[in-house]
């Protein structure tokens, strides 16, 4: 049986000769990425902002326009009405109620029962209350989630090879969560918890082409120790393209596989890390390699606390 | 690479083997094979979250307003009920405005000893070395008890850890479902009933704080001034239940709530519902006498400060029981009477988060969820299988076993099952054979190099090792924080990805590697296909 190599061997790409373009082009895209989701806004689900969201399933496709009136009609509130998964399944958006959450739940009821008794067969799948006090809760959380596990991982990555590792991967995570907010933000995709699950889960993942291509360079900065930096990042970069193909079509794979027909209410999870999982592969190559070279990682810088080490060994 | 002793085999071989039995039955659990799994095999079985079982989630908050009033109001009677057994101390213009109790005491000289007394209803709390009150002295006559900031930490905390109990004996008497009620931080509840889809059910048994307070009715006051909200000295002003009028009642307590043994609904002569209730000894005695000394006054049934009703005593009520009739429904004396049963709330919850899934969507998600594991599975093994041949085939017999493992640990843990966690079950299995990916390309690359094949391989594994370790740990390093920083489906995910984390080294690295060495040692080829 022939093999599938995805990858040449002993490829010998100039990846570090665009390094200046892809900087400037990945700088755009962050800008621009930031710029845009700071203008038009997330469109935070009610974990975030509080407030109502009911899905309801019917037996037959129906009008929205029809629904929409009918739930206007109840004098709610601003209400929004978007499809989920299919022309049978919608959710309804209500705001947060003034007063306590006790008082948005007579709120489905009344929605349920007007629901109910106009489309025959319709079903309440479920409803989801969250006040003000908690969305804010979770809101702060998030953030705070996500900052701990950026700082976490670069600090990580400082203690296990040197700063300017860590500085890189943090540039790098940097870049992944910016560019997939400018996706939300662009798509309009809804932001809920699991979305931020997700963003987590990026912070991890996206990494895991960082970490494997730092390793080599490290291992390769002792090996070849009179290599210029930039043939041997070179050389590191094409020494584990291989591997980075592979690993992210699998990863790409599974989860190609969970946005396409997985259950929908997970599906902006799935397409988050999806996303973060092929900006990660890119910025693995174009923005944690390239920030070694920018904070003067040489071989010789690293030969010190190589040598020193060695020393102690000898002594030791 | 070829020496792999023989207790290391045994061990990754127990270790795959139990995985494998202690998942079986969470596997089997939705389908017709479940009766078939014997009894004497482990039977531990992974949970689902409330998203994939469907049910109801509240998250309820103590009402901090209402706890202060509270403590405020039962100092207020324990230090009546004090100082008036030393007939010298006289007091006056007791006040609980601005947070804190207030009084006068009308013969200075007394005050010394009035303040003596107030320290034995003081107590200190844990560990702090503070008391629960400060007494202080203002303007030689005027005591103030102000509640020191320990002393509410620690009355929240027990009040917090009654309400637990009370909430879960509301909504489940009989002890027998599959509820979670857990204190979450210092003032939340949270609530988690699988099954029951409608949480107005669990909201109305949870919302009455359902204190109970038999009070007399204060004749003396003037109508014109209850009506305005004004009550003489030693009364209070309390609405009607149906909200009509006002009433103005003493304020000492008769009896309370806290003397109930028993309360069930039931029908008056009338046929209406109301609620029986029966007292314990010292209630029952209590209540005789008042009901004794005041036949043919008026007394108040009073229900969170809302009275039910206001008959009038006909005659002495001795027996210890007692009906309490209202506008009631069967329904709501029902209710009314669980609550009244199960004891009041030590303090005001609101639901604050509330959550509820109708059972199709997680079905529906279940099974979504299972075809999409199956297939990206597949589509993952094939993958592997025609990138690596034979080691792709170990990968992903360590794929399979990881699987297992997963669901084997989680069900030992008895681990909750989430929406998420099913993602994170499948980018376990699209992350898993990272390693060997790893792996397999160094080999290659070794080779290339021209090292011979057992050298290859050995140091394929060993420089393959330090980049999975480190992967893994950013991976532990997320999913901690998601663990600890998610609520309820997230963590469910952060799970799942921390034990995948574990089992998929332990497969693709250890497991892989016994097989390879098994293999390399049985057939002794001269070159590798990979």
């Given at each position: 049986?022939?093999?599938?190599?995805?990858?040449?061997?002993?490829?010998?790409?100039?990846?570090?000769?665009?390094?200046?373009?892809?900087?400037?082009?990945?700088?755009?895209?962050?800008?621009?990425?930031?710029?845009?989701?700071?203008?038009?806004?997330?469109?935070?689900g009610v974990d975030f902002v509080g407030g109502q969201l009911i899905r309801v399933s019917f037996?037959?496709?129906?009008?929205?326009?029809?629904l929409?009136?009918k739930v206007?009609?109840l004098?709610l509130g601003?209400a929004s009405i978007s499809e989920f998964g299919?022309?049978k399944t919608f959710q309804i958006r209500l705001p947060k109620p003034?007063g306590s959450a006790a008082a948005a739940n007579s709120v489905a009821t009344r929605v349920k029962i007007e629901v109910e008794r106009d489309y025959?067969?319709a079903k309440i799948e479920s409803v989801d209350t969250v006040s003000g006090?908690v969305s804010?809760?979770l809101?702060?959380?998030?953030?705070?989630?996500?900052?701990?596990?950026?700082?976490?991982?670069?600090?990580?990555?400082?203690?296990?090879?040197?700063?300017?590792?860590?500085?890189?991967?943090?540039?790098?995570?940097?870049?992944?969560?910016?560019?997939?907010?400018?996706?939300?933000?662009?798509?309009?995709?809804q932001?809920d918890l699991n979305?931020?699950?997700?963003?987590?889960?990026?912070?991890?993942?996206?990494?895991?082409?960082?970490?494997?291509?730092?390793?080599?360079?490290?291992?390769?900065?002792?090996?070849?120790?009179?290599?210029?930096?930039?043939?041997?990042?070179?050389?590191?970069?094409?020494?584990?393209?291989?591997?980075?193909?592979?690993?992210?079509?699998?990863?790409?794979?599974?989860?190609?596989?969970?946005?396409?027909?997985?259950p929908e209410v997970?599906?902006?999870?799935?397409?988050?890390?999806?996303?973060?999982?092929?900006?990660?592969?890119?910025?693995?190559?174009?923005?944690?390699?390239?920030?070694?070279?920018?904070?003067?990682?040489?071989?010789?810088?690293?030969?010190?606390?190589?040598?020193?080490?060695?020393?102690?060994?000898?002594?030791? | 690479?070829?020496?792999?002793?023989?207790?290391?085999?045994?061990?990754?071989?127990?270790?795959?083997?139990?995985?494998?039995?202690?998942?079986?039955?969470?596997?089997?659990?939705?389908?017709?094979?479940?009766?078939?799994?014997?009894?004497?095999?482990?039977?531990?079985?992974?949970?689902?979250g409330l998203d994939l079982a469907g049910g109801s989630h509240l998250l309820l908050?103590?009402?901090?307003?209402?706890?202060?009033?509270?403590?405020?109001?039962?100092?207020?009677?324990?230090?009546?009920?004090?100082?008036?057994?030393?007939?010298?101390?006289?007091?006056?213009?007791?006040?609980?405005?601005?947070?804190?109790?207030?009084?006068?005491?009308?013969?200075?000289?007394?005050?010394?000893?009035?303040?003596?007394?107030?320290?034995?209803?003081?107590?200190?709390?844990?560990?702090?070395?503070?008391?629960?009150?400060?007494?202080?002295?203002?303007?030689?006559?005027?005591?103030?008890?102000?509640?020191?900031?320990?002393?509410?930490?620690?009355?929240?905390?027990?009040?917090?850890?009654?309400?637990?109990?009370?909430?879960?004996?509301?909504?489940?008497?009989?002890?027998?479902?599959?509820?979670?009620?857990?204190?979450?931080?210092?003032?939340?509840?949270l609530v988690e009933v699988p099954g029951v889809e409608n949480p107005d059910e669990l909201k109305k048994?949870i919302g009455?704080?359902?204190?109970?307070?038999?009070?007399?009715?204060?004749?003396?006051?003037?109508?014109?001034?209850?009506?305005?909200?004004?009550?003489?000295?030693?009364?209070?002003?309390?609405?009607?239940?149906?909200?009509?009028?006002?009433?103005?009642?003493?304020?000492?307590?008769?009896?309370?709530?806290?003397?109930?043994?028993?309360?069930?609904?039931?029908?008056?002569?009338?046929?209406?519902?109301?609620?029986?209730?029966?007292?314990?000894?010292?209630?029952?005695?209590?209540?005789?006498?008042?009901?004794?000394?005041?036949?043919?006054?008026?007394?108040?049934?009073?229900?969170?400060?809302?009275?039910?009703?206001?008959?009038?005593?006909?005659?002495?009520?001795?027996?210890?029981?007692?009906?309490?009739?209202?506008?009631?429904?069967?329904?709501?004396?029902?209710?009314?009477?669980?609550?009244?049963?199960?004891?009041?709330?030590?303090?005001?919850?609101n639901v604050i988060e509330e959550r509820s899934i109708g059972p199709d969507l997680g079905t529906d998600s279940?099974?979504?969820?299972?075809?999409?594991?199956?297939?990206?599975?597949?589509?993952?093994?094939?993958?592997?299988?025609?990138?690596?041949?034979?080691?792709?085939?170990?990968?992903?017999?360590?794929?399979?076993?990881?699987?297992?493992?997963?669901?084997?640990?989680?069900?030992?843990?008895?681990?909750?099952?989430t929406l998420?966690?099913?993602?994170?079950?499948?980018?376990?299995?699209?992350?898993?054979?990272?390693?060997?990916?790893?792996?397999?390309?160094?080999?290659?690359?070794?080779?290339?190099?021209?090292?011979?094949?057992?050298?290859?391989?050995?140091?394929?594994?060993?420089?393959?090792?330090?980049?999975?370790?480190?992967?893994?740990?950013?991976?532990?390093?997320?999913?901690?924080?998601?663990?600890?920083?998610?609520s309820g489906p997230?963590?469910?995910?952060?799970?799942?990805?921390?034990?995948?984390?574990?089992?998929?080294?332990?497969?693709?690295?250890?497991?892989?590697?016994?097989?390879?060495?098994?293999?390399?040692?049985?057939?002794?080829?001269?070159?590798?296909?990979?």
């Amino acid at each position: 049986m022939k093999l599938l190599k995805l990858v040449p061997e002993n490829t010998n790409l100039d990846f570090m000769r665009w390094r200046n373009v892809a900087l400037i082009l990945s700088l755009i895209a962050t800008v621009t990425s930031i710029s845009y989701t700071v203008y038009r806004g997330l469109n935070l689900g009610v974990d975030f902002v509080g407030g109502q969201l009911i899905r309801v399933s019917f037996q037959q496709p129906i009008n929205v326009e029809q629904l929409r009136a009918k739930v206007d009609s109840l004098h709610l509130g601003e209400a929004s009405i978007s499809e989920f998964g299919g022309p049978k399944t919608f959710q309804i958006r209500l705001p947060k109620p003034p007063g306590s959450a006790a008082a948005a739940n007579s709120v489905a009821t009344r929605v349920k029962i007007e629901v109910e008794r106009d489309y025959p067969g319709a079903k309440i799948e479920s409803v989801d209350t969250v006040s003000g006090k908690v969305s804010e809760e979770l809101a702060d959380n998030s953030a705070i989630a996500i900052a701990l596990a950026m700082l976490g991982i670069a600090l990580y990555i400082w203690f296990r090879f040197e700063w300017q590792f860590g500085v890189g991967a943090l540039l790098t995570l940097a870049h992944d969560i910016a560019m997939t907010l400018g996706f939300f933000a662009f798509t309009r995709l809804q932001v809920d918890l699991n979305v931020v699950a997700a963003f987590l889960t990026i912070v991890g993942y996206s990494l895991n082409d960082t970490v494997v291509i730092y390793d080599r360079i490290r291992e390769d900065l002792r090996k070849y120790r009179k290599m210029a930096i930039l043939s041997l990042i070179n050389l590191s970069l094409n020494e584990t393209l291989a591997r980075t193909v592979v690993t992210s079509l699998t990863v790409l794979i599974a989860l190609g596989v969970l946005m396409l027909i997985g259950p929908e209410v997970i599906f902006g999870l799935a397409i988050a890390i999806f996303l973060g999982v092929l900006i990660g592969t890119y910025s693995s190559i174009y923005i944690s390699a390239p920030v070694l070279i920018w904070l003067g990682v040489k071989p010789d810088s690293f030969l010190k606390t190589d040598e020193k080490e060695a020393a102690e060994a000898e002594t030791a | 690479m070829l020496e792999f002793p023989r207790w290391k085999i045994w061990l990754i071989g127990i270790v795959v083997a139990i995985g494998a039995l202690l998942s079986i039955p969470s596997l089997i659990a939705a389908t017709p094979l479940a009766g078939s799994w014997p009894k004497w095999m482990p039977q531990y079985k992974i949970n689902l979250g409330l998203d994939l079982a469907g049910g109801s989630h509240l998250l309820l908050e103590a009402d901090s307003g209402d706890m202060q009033k509270q403590r405020l109001q039962s100092m207020e009677d324990s230090v009546a009920t004090e100082l008036r057994r030393d007939p010298r101390i006289d007091i006056g213009d007791i006040s609980t405005a601005g947070g804190r109790l207030s009084f006068l005491v009308r013969d200075p000289s007394q005050v010394d000893a009035a303040v003596e007394r107030l320290r034995t209803l003081t107590k200190p709390v844990a560990l702090t070395g503070n008391r629960d009150w400060d007494v202080q002295v203002v303007d030689s006559t005027r005591v103030v008890l102000i509640p020191t900031q320990t002393g509410t930490i620690g009355a929240m905390k027990d009040a917090m850890s009654v309400a637990r109990d009370v909430v879960r004996r509301r909504i489940d008497p009989g002890g027998t479902k599959e509820i979670t009620v857990v204190t979450e931080g210092n003032n939340r509840i949270l609530v988690e009933v699988p099954g029951v889809e409608n949480p107005d059910e669990l909201k109305k048994l949870i919302g009455q704080t359902a204190r109970l307070e038999f009070k007399l009715v204060d004749l003396s006051a003037n109508p014109q001034d209850v009506a305005q909200g004004h009550a003489p000295a030693g009364s209070e002003v309390l609405p009607m239940a149906d909200g009509t009028s006002n009433i103005a009642v003493k304020r000492r307590v008769m009896v309370s709530g806290d003397q109930l043994t028993d309360a069930k609904q039931s029908f008056d002569q009338d046929g209406r519902p109301d609620i029986d209730i029966t007292f314990n000894t010292a209630g029952a005695r209590r209540f005789g006498r008042v009901t004794q000394e005041n036949v043919g006054k008026p007394f108040a049934i009073i229900l969170d400060d809302k009275v039910l009703s206001a008959p009038n005593i006909n005659e002495p009520i001795l027996g210890g029981r007692a009906q309490i009739s209202g506008n009631f429904t069967v329904q709501t004396a029902h209710d009314l009477a669980v609550s009244l049963s199960s004891g009041k709330l030590p303090v005001k919850l609101n639901v604050i988060e509330e959550r509820s899934i109708g059972p199709d969507l997680g079905t529906d998600s279940i099974h979504k969820g299972a075809l999409a594991s199956i297939v990206s599975v597949a589509a993952v093994v094939i993958f592997m299988l025609v990138t690596y041949g034979r080691f792709g085939f170990y990968a992903n017999i360590a794929l399979v076993v990881n699987a297992f493992l997963i669901l084997g640990i989680m069900a030992m843990f008895n681990a909750t099952l989430t929406l998420p966690g099913i993602a994170g079950f499948i980018l376990t299995i699209g992350a898993a054979v990272d390693a060997n990916v790893l792996i397999n390309e160094r080999i290659r690359e070794e080779i290339r190099r021209g090292r011979r094949l057992l050298d290859a391989v050995e140091t394929g594994y060993r420089e393959a090792m330090r980049a999975i370790f480190d992967a893994n740990v950013t991976h532990v390093i997320s999913a901690s924080i998601m663990a600890y920083f998610g609520s309820g489906p997230v963590r469910g995910f952060a799970v799942v990805l921390l034990i995948g984390v574990v089992t998929s080294v332990f497969t693709a690295v250890y497991f892989t590697r016994m097989l390879v060495a098994l293999w390399l040692r049985r057939t002794r080829p001269r070159a590798l296909h990979i």
